[in-house]
C-alpha cells in the first residue's frame, strides 16, 4: 500500500505529464510535426527540458501520447453512440465532425500524420492501431444497420469522406468559422444520407436475390 507521500508524488507526477502533453497539444497544432522540437515545448509547457525528457525522450512520443489521447476520445464518444438502440449515420458524422471542429489540434495532428508520415515504423504501426479501433467502430454501425453487408469497406469510405470535408472546408477563406461549421455539418448530413440509401439499396438487393434463389 503507498503511503500519502508516494500518493502524492504520483498525483504530482500524473499533473506534470499532462501540462506537458497539453502544451505539446498546442504546439503540434500550429507547427508540422518535422518542424516540432523539445524546446517548442517545452517553452509552451515552462517546463525545463530536463525534466520533460524525465518523462518522454523526444517529440515523436509526445506526438504519440497526445494523440493517442485525441483518438481514444473520439472512439469512445462514437462507441457511445452507436451503442445506443436507435442509431443513425448522420448522428455519428455530426459529431465526428463536431469533435474535431472543437478538438482542432487533433484534426491537424492527424492530418500531419497522413500527409507527412515521418515518424519510425512502430510508431506508425501504433496510429495505424489506433485508426483501426475507429474504423472497428464504424464497422460496428454499418454492420448494425446491415448485417450481410461489407461493413469495412464502408467504413473506409465514410472515414475518407468526413475527413475530405474537414480538410476541404476547414479553413476557407473569407467566411465565418460558425458558417462553416454549419456547411460542414450540413455536408456531413449529404453524405450521411448517401450511405444510408447505399445500405437500403444493398439490403434490398440481398431480398431480391434471395427471393429469386427460393424460385
Known amino acids: 500500500m503507498k503511503t500519502p507521500l508516494e500518493k502524492l508524488k504520483e498525483k504530482e507526477k500524473k499533473t506534470r505529464q499532462k501540462m506537458i502533453v497539453d502544451a505539446a497539444e498546442r504546439v503540434f497544432a500550429v507547427k508540422p ?16 527540458l530536463s525534466s520533460i525528457y524525465r518523462y ?14 485525441g483518438f481514444t476520445k473520439m472512439e469512445s464518444m462514437i462507441k457511445q453512440l452507436i451503442s445506443q438502440e436507435r442509431v443513425e449515420v448522420d448522428r455519428v458524422a455530426v459529431a465526428f465532425i ?10 491537424r495532428m492527424m492530418t500531419h500524420f497522413m500527409l507527412d508520415s515521418v ?14 479501433a475507429l474504423l472497428d467502430q464504424f464497422d460496428n454501425l454499418f ?14 469510405a465514410f472515414f475518407a469522406s468526413l475527413n475530405g470535408i474537414l480538410i476541404t472546408y476547414r479553413n476557407y477563406p473569407g467566411r465565418d ?11 456531413g448530413t449529404v453524405i450521411s444520407r ?5 445500405i437500403t439499396t444493398d439490403q434490398t438487393n440481398q431480398t431480391d436475390q434471395s427471393d429469386q434463389a427460393d424460385l
Open 56 to 69: 518522454f525522450p523526444d517529440q515523436e512520443s509526445l506526438f504519440l501520447e497526445a494523440l493517442t489521447r
Open 177 to 187: 468559422v460558425q458558417d462553416v461549421h454549419k456547411h460542414m455539418r450540413q455536408l
Open 98 to 107: 463536431d469533435y474535431l471542429v472543437q478538438n482542432d489540434q487533433y484534426f
Open 143 to 156: 454492420t448494425k444497420l446491415n448485417p450481410r453487408g461489407n461493413s469495412r469497406i464502408l467504413s473506409h
Open 33 to 48: 510535426f518535422p518542424r516540432v522540437s523539445m524546446r517548442d515545448i517545452s517553452r509552451e509547457s515552462q517546463i525545463s
Open 194 to 198: 448517401m450511405f444510408s440509401a447505399m
Open 119 to 132: 515518424l519510425n515504423p512502430d510508431s506508425i504501426e501504433k496510429l495505424n492501431k489506433m485508426e483501426r
